[in-house]
């Protein structure tokens, strides 16, 4: 149901379906998280959400069913890489993004896991270079 919402462009509608799904123990629960964090990250305020997205998939990377099932855990890794990404912990979501990766590195999220890891990079080195920049100021 809430794969159709989605189909059907009417978000909030999949978000109550995933949510109502990612409560229900087992197999499907794995990857209904994966997929309400995904939309919670496409969404105007992800960066709010960011926390409240990392805690419910690292609490996920845990369930015995995530790590049972290889798509569900590959696409909670993945996507526990972009929640870090997006509050912007450089550092957990390189930790994350390499675990995806060396995971399964021809995952469908395998592309998407390298642009949001070089762009890590970017930012950390960034940071990085400004904080120099500050201290010989």
């Known amino acids: 149901l809430a794969e159709a919402y989605r189909s059907a462009n009417r978000l909030d509608l999949a978000s109550d379906a995933y949510r109502a799904s990612a409560s229900i123990p087992g197999t499907a629960q794995a990857k209904a998280r994966a997929k309400y964090a995904q939309l919670l990250l496409n969404r105007s305020d992800a960066a709010q959400n960011a ?48 675990k995806a990766i060396e995971e399964k590195p021809d995952s469908q999220y395998a592309p998407s896991a390298r642009l949001y890891l070089a762009k890590t990079h970017w930012f950390r080195a960034r940071e990085e270079a400004t904080k120099i920049k500050q201290d010989q100021a």
Do not use: H
């Open 51 to 98: 926390p409240a997205i990392v805690k419910l998939l690292s609490d996920a990377l845990n369930d015995p069913f995530v790590q049972k099932d290889p798509p569900a855990r590959e696409a909670t890794l993945y996507t526990l890489g972009e929640a870090y990404f997006v509050s912007r912990d450089w550092v957990a979501a390189e930790e994350a993004l390499k």
